[in-house]
């Protein structure tokens, strides 16, 4: 960790390329681990999408690059309570606006063309806007929206980050790639058995980026 945060401030310096791009793809599984139970039930929701900025930084040693992406995903998850003696029945929907921030370190060899690549590093997801919304069904039908989600305990969570690609071009670049993502921290209040971040997470990436090697 010590050394990618000193190629991450240092990198700049001794850079022998750079560039940047767009990155979009497809979750492969999703947000949350969720299940059911008899009192209070949970589903996730994933929008099948990642988008964002991407940009590399050339180092001259080793065939090296850093990597940094800023990617965004819509997730959420659905929920249902039964009724009970102290509480009546509800269901809820919670939708937040996630950006994931990677730092890879990357390898790559091959010809002038195509590169294959191995990355690692440091993986960082923030909630920047949440939105949860119950509605009661029993008479007489109630609505409450709220701002903050009652079983987010952290916004900020860290996981280290793995990715395999190649890129294909020059000047104009297209890399698909496969990302697993190793959440180390939980986004839910650790009290809820049946609802948590799904800690093993997976990506196909497509990225389209512009620069000097």
């Not at 996981?159 to 104009?172: D, H, K, M, V, Y």
């Amino acid at each position: 960790m010590r050394f990618l945060v000193l190629i991450l401030f240092t990198g700049p310096l001794f850079a022998q390329s750079l560039s940047f791009g767009v990155k979009g793809g497809v979750p492969l599984t999703d947000a949350f681990s969720a299940s059911q139970s008899s009192f209070r039930s949970y589903s996730s929701v994933t929008r099948r999408y990642t988008l964002g900025p991407t940009a590399e930084i050339g180092l001259p040693v080793f065939h090296l690059g850093l990597e940094l992406d800023a990617l965004y995903q819509r997730i959420g998850f659905d929920s249902s309570q039964a009724a009970t003696n102290l509480l009546e029945p509800f269901q809820s929907t919670a939708r937040i606006g996630a950006w994931n921030f990677d730092a890879l370190l990357k390898h790559r060899w091959g010809g002038p063309a195509v590169h294959p690549y191995l990355a690692a590093g440091a993986a960082f997801r923030r909630f920047f806007t949440t939105r949860q919304k119950y509605v009661f069904p029993t008479p007489p039908v109630r609505y409450l929206s709220k701002q903050l989600i009652d079983e987010v305990n952290n916004k900020n969570i860290a996981g280290i980050a793995f990715s395999a690609g190649i890129e294909f071009g020059g000047a104009l670049r297209v890399t698909p790639e496969l990302r697993y993502t190793r959440w180390l921290m939980n986004n839910i209040h650790d009290s809820l058995p049946n609802l948590s971040t799904q800690a093993n997470q997976a990506e196909f990436l497509l990225s389209f980026t512009f620069g000097r090697q």
